[in-house]
């Protein structure tokens, strides 16, 4: 009789594996090394692919996306925010073909971010950082130049979406936007066209930017940007799986200044883009902007914003904002009071100890300690397994069960 039962539990109940499905850990894992160098189309090199911090995430990604989702196929890369999208546009909420978004959570993705809903606000967020510019010892036109005029402008606080090879050059100014108050959220590693990327290669871009802000600052944020606004029902699955909000910008009437996209970086043009933005600064529903870090031209313009909201003194009609406050929206999963997906739990922050942070060198960019082994603490906390057959699992547990009695 014990041996019969014995063969009934292996026949009716899954394996071990099977009642322990891929999870995900809330606190990002170290990685082995960080990419300093891209591979074809500015992606990612292949050989990071193999890092348990893509595995980890990619068999999590496997177990809970939806098939349908991930047979999405990927767009045909270009150039930088330049691909050619061979899937059904409509079907599949492609934004760059008709500013495509999905507005209600899903049990396969979250709606994406595309205004702040109370009026008279602004949702101010800067792309492509950080950057340093330094001219005879003195930063000019870089993001340390725009936060200290944004403490100027009284003390306004935005959102930044890191790049995160930027980020991995320059892990200081990450700590120096946390410390000021303003939110880090993340605008892939590579910030290559997210839908030409292969779902591998779309997980890597999004855990290797999470580890380094992590790292940086003890933040796992819950923001993201795709890259020029690429981004599609395959895209949003995968992410949102892992903990991702994905965060747009205002379309409708235009809230992008187009800094990064002018062929010319002349005075004129940046003349020309503050007189547009200055045509906002009118009481209106609220908005997300899309302005640009990347460079001296992008950060300059966005300097010369902000001193022409401060030349309107207290009569500035529009309450300015990061984006986590201007939506009600986490920022980020380990930060106290926030929710993270809803696959996922919150930890303690205090459990949310990051590891040495790679120093920079500001005035020349270069990069010391890059190469950080993992970090056993950082893979501690469970932040969400995938479902469980729950008949199965009860067939297991009392044929077991009652096998045991024998």
Not at 355 to 375: H, I, L, Q, R
Request: proline letters at 10%.
């Amino acid at each position: 009789m014990y041996i019969k039962l014995l063969t009934l539990a292996a026949l009716c109940s899954p394996t071990l594996a099977q009642l322990a499905p891929p999870s995900l850990p809330l606190i990002p894992p170290m990685p082995a090394a960080w990419p300093t160098t891209k591979g074809p189309n500015g992606v990612i090199p292949d050989a990071f692919l193999a890092d348990p911090i893509v595995q980890t995430a990619l068999a999590y990604v496997n177990a809970v996306v939806p098939a349908e989702y991930l047979a999405i196929p990927p767009s045909t890369y270009v150039a930088p925010c330049t691909v050619t999208y061979t899937a059904d546009p409509v079907a599949n909420c492609y934004w760059p073909a008709a500013l495509c978004t999905r507005n209600v959570d899903t049990v396969a993705m979250k709606a994406d971010v595309v205004t702040c809903p109370q009026p008279d606000t602004w949702g101010l967020t800067y792309d492509d950082g950080p950057s340093v510019n330094v001219v005879d010892g003195v930063n000019v036109n870089d993001t340390l130049a725009l936060r200290r005029r944004l403490v100027a402008a009284n003390n306004m606080k935005a959102t930044f979406f890191v790049v995160g090879s930027n980020a991995l050059r320059h892990p200081d100014e990450l700590v120096a936007q946390k410390n000021e108050g303003h939110e880090i959220a993340m605008h892939t590693f590579t910030h290559s066209p997210a839908t030409s990327l292969t779902t591998p290669q779309l997980v890597a871009e999004l855990k290797y930017t999470e580890a380094i802000v992590y790292n940086a600052t003890g933040l796992i944020p819950a923001m993201w940007r795709p890259p020029c606004g690429d981004i599609d029902d395959r895209v949003r699955a995968v992410a949102s799986a892992l903990g991702f909000t994905a965060v747009m910008w205002t379309t409708t009437p235009p809230r992008a200044t187009r800094d990064a996209s002018v062929r010319e970086k002349s005075p004129a043009e940046a003349a020309t883009i503050l007189e547009n933005v200055k045509t906002w600064f009118t009481t209106q529903p609220g908005f997300i902007s899309l302005q640009h870090d990347i460079d001296a031209f992008t950060t300059g313009i966005a300097i010369n914003i902000l001193d022409a909201i401060t030349a309107v003194g207290p009569a500035f009609p529009l309450k300015i904002q990061p984006i986590g406050t201007c939506s009600g929206k986490p920022v980020y999963k380990n930060a106290a009071g926030s929710t993270s997906a809803a696959t996922s739990t919150t930890t303690d922050p205090a459990s949310a100890t990051p590891s040495a942070t790679p120093t920079s060198d500001a005035s020349t960019g270069s990069t010391n300690g890059v190469d950080a082994a993992p970090d056993s603490q950082k893979q501690s906390n469970t932040a969400a397994t995938a479902p469980v057959s729950t008949s199965m699992a009860a067939i297991a547990v009392a044929a077991i069960a009652f096998a045991a009695l024998w």
